[in-house]
């Protein structure tokens, strides 16, 4: 079921999503370290990985709840500068 999803999923993105073949060149030829620019492939692993294990959920949710944080802040920061 979930490999069935994931394979949906690519489909659908496949034809979406295009990957820049020079960067994707550098990202092969590890000219930039992996930690801080990985392959598409490895992107695609591991978006695989955390939607089979069900971890991908908490990190969006974390992820969008300090991007609010953050555009509060902001908003508050602009208001209170403003005056």
Do not use: E, H
Request: net charge positive.
């Amino acid at each position: 079921m979930i490999r069935a999803r994931a394979a949906l999923v690519y489909r659908q993105l496949a034809g979406r999503c295009r990957v820049d073949p020079g960067l994707a060149r550098i990202a092969d030829a590890r000219l930039i370290s992996p930690v801080y620019l990985p392959g598409p492939d490895r992107a695609w692993d591991a978006l695989v990985f955390n939607l089979r294990n069900g971890s991908l959920q908490p990190k969006i949710l974390g992820t969008v709840g300090r991007m609010l944080s953050g555009w509060l802040l902001a908003s508050l920061a602009g208001v209170a500068v403003g005056r």
